[in-house]
């Protein structure tokens, strides 16, 4: 099956900050979401983007279908950005499938 | 929207019980999706539902675990004899089409 991989698994960074997250997939997926999960364990979507650029505020998005990666943008962080952050690949089949995230802690 | 909503949001259940979850997802999504997740892992995918029909099933899920979802409405998950490698926090995601998916809450599984 489909492989999902992220990177880096652990991210620190003082306020104000920018950093990107990347994800891998290893085959061709239908959709690619980004999810955050706050310190209260709630997954919020962030992002729905197969393909192109999305943004959201500090945030944006970008999924490279042909080269198979997604990145995501966060940009003068703040200490509510605190969390894991999971990039979610829908296979051919029905599966949607987790990487194993990206955890973030932003020091004031 | 009103949201992805799961009950119970505990359950403390000593090994051997059966325990069932419910989910009521987001009113006219096709999609309903279960997944497990233990401490610093992703989501782990269980199984999913369009509409009423559960179309694929993790190889993971021993034959303990059921689902169902009558009427393509709400979903209840199921597992009897339940062991302690079965705490978890155990999610639910809606979603329509193609489109984002909406996850509840969860119910926080511990058995003791």
């Known amino acids: 099956g489909i492989q999902v991989e992220q990177s880096p698994p652990d991210l620190i960074l003082q306020e104000g900050a920018n950093s990107t997250l990347r994800c891998n997939f290893s085959?061709?997926?239908?959709?690619l979401q980004w999810f955050h999960q706050n310190p209260w364990g709630q997954l919020i979507n962030l992002f729905y983007?197969?393909?192109g650029t999305k943004q959201n505020g500090r945030l944006s998005a970008t999924t490279v279908a042909t080269e198979r990666y997604s990145l995501l943008y966060i940009s003068s962080s703040q200490t509510t950005d605190s969390g894991v952050y999971f990039c979610?690949?829908?296979?051919?089949?029905?599966?949607?499938?987790f990487g194993a995230g990206t955890r973030l802690f932003v020091k004031a | 929207d009103t949201g992805v909503s799961q009950n119970p949001r505990h359950k403390i259940t000593k090994r051997g019980q059966n325990v069932t979850f419910r989910c009521d997802p987001i009113?006219?999504?096709?999609?309903l999706y279960w997944y497990r997740q233990t401490l610093g892992q992703g989501p782990e995918f269980l199984t999913y539902?369009?509409?009423?029909?559960?179309?694929?099933k993790s190889r993971l899920l021993s034959d303990r675990f059921s689902a169902e979802r009558p009427k393509g409405s709400f979903s209840t998950l199921e597992i009897q004899r339940t062991e302690q490698g079965d705490s978890a926090m155990y999610l639910c995601?809606?979603?329509?089409?193609?489109?984002?998916?909406?996850f509840g809450s969860g119910t926080q599984l511990s058995v003791l």
């Open positions: 995601a809606s979603g329509r089409g193609l489109e984002k998916l909406f």
């Open positions: 983007i197969p393909s």
């Open positions: 009113s006219e999504h096709n999609r």
């Open positions: 085959d061709s997926v239908n959709n």
């Open positions: 979610a690949a829908l296979t051919g089949g029905f599966k949607t499938i």
């Open positions: 539902f369009q509409n009423e029909a559960q179309l694929e």
